[in-house]
């Protein structure tokens, strides 16, 4: 074969290089259909075999358009022809009026629902954008954040409350608007678990609607199908389909003796994929013979790839699992040789503009060696780096391995930060953890000051990972560590400074030690306030709910409206850091209106602190605002919207794995329900709590429970459980040096004398 031409594996045409697509294969989409589809026209080999998987699609797509909606697993190995019959099962859907979205897996590896980013993101750009209908202006906000991953402070904005009013937001952009609707997920076994709960909440929702979700999945994903899907295996071929296939692909050619014919189909075995490129080697060099082996015909044909092509394969073995169309033409110096490749069956189109492998290439004579590896590595970073800055940020899970494969750990960095970033805007705190963690480690080589300042920036990371899950000790814990690096080598800017004793001044008053937060503001004041008001007035509010834990409410509250007057002074900016200040003003303020015995106005002033935090995008503050706004209505006596705020608390609490938030929830429920006579309610989420609160060894949170424990019990008659745990509770007060706790178990013991 001349090295500058090419053959097409699907129908044998053989055509010169400098052409981007067979000459036999069909235009791209059917015109004016409504396809959103990824990959560019090619030929497709004869569908054999497959008819009755087909039938059962099309009765499927019957039921989708009469509005009942399906969902459909198609499995199989690599190579048996899923991707075929799905083309095949498009074509007539996109006749007969159906929208297809179809996505890849692939198209965003390393972030958090990737799939959905890359399929919103591409279909928003449609004019109009199709099957938006049904999206409000509230939905569209969220999704633009979920798809930009926005982060502020640290903590993501782009779920901002609790994660199903996310998943309501996107279910709704999915969902059709006028036409039935296909959805196609390939490379489902690469899916993550954002995806996996994403899919499971859509599922869940096709019951009386038009749409149609077609996965596409090799064995040993990541999570089984849903329970409710439907599942369809993709297997091998019988004889007489595989002789169909030959024939279909030969096209009544007499280049096969019957031995021959015989031989191919032997030594395919039933596989699709290795029987068409068995033929196309017989086609290409018929004086070879025929392979044993379809394994033996795929390393016959690499062998035999022009120096070009087996350059980009070269090129593109240490790209990964797929990778940007424009990275592979500049490593491989143009789109001549990609095209040649993606016809002959090597390379294949997925969403977002990327290619990844149809087969997998086998290792030969002239692949990388070991030594050349960390050059190759560069080379593609580097082609990366080049890309526009939207599809670097997003590629930055590729560019993290190529830096670090290059062993060019520096220049990682930014971009595992930047991956962390999505975890967190997914509310993963820990797999962020698990990056920042490593990134931690990569300092080690850097140059003495430029390892201090990522360590610092690090720690500070890290801090407010933990945060998010509700481990208020580590997180001071590394917060601490940040302002300790502060004080070595080279001074931090005195803003960096002031926002790191903020944040650990906030946990540390989460942690129930007030005066140490009123300690912190001291030493802020001397060292770094000065130079950063909005940091100012922030402490100020937290001095402010420090008095309220001391009991001084009327210190809290003149505090508090100074520290409002200081805000109007500064510099108006509606960003996240001045939304997050009025968010924790407003906290304060209810929390002075609760210590004064004014639940109603408390209620009024967390109901601030959540309109706030969703602004800023903290998504631990507005979990706090929940709990303290079902406090106030609790303690108001309206308990249909204190059960309501705390359930919202909770679920926010469970998704972000916070121990601490939904121990304190349980507290909060447990007490609403003794208020409402309901002792039973008040033990079971006594108990939970308590359950929740022991895992954290939290002596304090431990003393509070059982208390509440002790007097739903007292409540059921039931004295001698009642004592036990009331006394248990004031021996855990005391060993956590909680004063308020235990004389809280103490008067609880006294009216449990009385009653005996």
Not at 245 to 273: C, F, I, V, W, Y
Not at 436 to 453: I, K, V
Not at 666 to 680: D, I, K, S, V, Y
Request: proline share 6%; hydrophobic share 45%.
């Amino acid at each position: 074969m001349n090295p500058t031409s090419g053959s097409c594996v699907a129908c044998g045409a053989r055509f010169l290089g400098g052409v981007l697509a067979c000459p036999k294969s069909a235009p791209g989409g059917l015109r004016d259909a409504p396809v959103r589809r990824w990959s560019p026209g090619l030929c497709h080999p004869p569908l054999v075999g497959r008819l009755a998987l087909l039938k059962r699609l099309m009765a499927l797509a019957e039921d989708v358009r009469r509005g009942l909606g399906r969902a459909v697993w198609l499995l199989g190995e690599e190579g048996m022809g899923k991707t075929r019959l799905k083309d095949a099962f498009v074509e007539r859907l996109a006749a007969e009026g159906f929208e297809v979205w179809e996505g890849s897996v692939l198209a965003l590896p390393g972030a958090p629902a990737g799939l959905f980013r890359e399929l919103l993101d591409a279909t928003r750009a449609l004019s109009p954008p199709a099957g938006t209908g049904r999206v409000s202006s509230a939905d569209a906000e969220r999704i633009q954040r979920f798809l930009e991953g926005r982060e502020r402070q640290g903590v993501p904005a782009s779920l901002v409350s609790e994660r199903t009013a996310l998943f309501d937001s996107l279910c709704h952009a999915l969902m059709p608007d006028r036409r039935p609707r296909l959805l196609v997920l390939e490379d489902w076994q690469h899916a993550d678990p954002l995806s996996h709960a994403l899919v499971e909440e859509l599922v869940s929702r096709l019951s009386h609607t038009p749409l149609l979700l077609l996965a596409l999945q090799r064995p040993g994903g990541t999570a089984p199908a849903p329970l409710t899907a439907e599942v369809l295996t993709v297997g091998r071929l019988g004889p007489a389909e595989s002789a169909a296939l030959l024939e279909g692909r030969l096209r009544g050619k007499d280049s096969l003796t019957p031995a021959g014919r015989e031989a191919l189909l032997r030594g395919s075995a039933g596989h699709p994929l290795h029987l068409l490129h068995a033929v196309t080697l017989h086609e290409e060099q018929p004086e070879l013979g025929v392979p044993l082996t379809g394994e033996a015909a795929l390393a016959a044909r690499q062998a035999l790839l022009p120096p070009a092509q087996r350059e980009v394969l070269r090129a593109a073995s240490v790209l990964g699992p797929s990778f940007p169309r424009a990275v592979l033409v500049a490593l491989a110096g143009g789109v001549g040789p990609l095209a040649l490749l993606e016809t002959g069956g090597w390379l294949r189109s997925v969403s977002g503009g990327r290619y990844t492998w149809a087969v997998e290439p086998a290792l030969g004579e002239d692949w990388l060696p070991e030594a050349a590896l960390p050059a190759a590595h560069r080379r593609a970073a580097e082609a990366y780096e080049a890309l526009p800055e939207p599809l670097r940020h997003r590629a930055c899970m590729e560019l993290t391995r190529q830096w670090l494969s290059a062993e060019d750990s520096g220049r990682a960095l930014p971009y595992l930060v930047t991956l962390a970033g999505w975890h967190l805007a997914a509310l993963e705190p820990g797999p962020a953890m698990a990056v920042y963690r490593f990134a931690l480690g990569l300092t080690d080589a850097l140059p003495p000051d430029t390892a201090r300042e990522w360590r610092r920036r690090l720690w500070e990371y890290m801090g407010d990972a933990h945060r998010l899950a509700g481990e208020a000790a580590e997180a001071e814990a590394a917060w601490h560590t940040a302002r300790k690096l502060d004080d070595e080598g080279l001074a931090s800017p005195a803003s960096d400074r002031a926002r790191r004793l903020f944040k650990r001044a906030s946990v540390v008053l989460a942690l129930g030690r007030p005066e140490e937060v009123l300690g912190l503001d001291r030493e802020g004041r001397r060292d770094c306030l000065s130079s950063a008001p909005l940091m100012s007035v922030s402490m100020d509010a937290l001095c402010a709910l420090a008095l309220c834990a001391l009991g001084r409410f009327e210190e809290a509250r003149a505090r508090t409206v100074l520290a409002r007057e200081q805000l109007q002074l500064t510099v108006k900016e509606d960003g996240a850091a001045r939304a997050g200040v009025q968010a924790l003003l407003h906290r304060a303020m209810g929390g002075v209106q609760l210590g004064l015995g004014s639940p109603e106005a408390a209620a009024s002033e967390y109901a601030q602190v959540l309109h706030w935090s969703e602004r800023a995008g903290d998504t631990w503050e507005h979990s706090t605002a929940l709990l303290h706004l079902g406090d106030a209505y609790s303690r108001a006596g309206d308990r249909e919207r204190a059960a309501h705020f705390f359930q919202l608390a909770l679920e926010l609490d469970s998704r972000t794995g916070d121990r601490r938030g939904m121990a304190y929830t349980h507290h909060g429920l447990a007490l609403l329900h003794t208020r409402a006579g309901a002792p039973e309610l008040a033990k079971e989420d006594a108990l939970r709590g308590l359950q929740l609160a022991s895992m954290l060894e939290d002596r304090r949170l431990q003393s509070l429970l059982r208390c509440v424990l002790g007097r739903a019990q007292l409540q059921l008659g039931e004295l001698e459980e009642a004592g036990r745990q009331l006394q248990l509770a004031a021996r855990d007060a005391s060993a956590a040096g909680a004063r308020l706790e235990l004389l809280q178990a103490e008067a609880c013991l006294r009216v449990l004398e009385a009653r005996r």
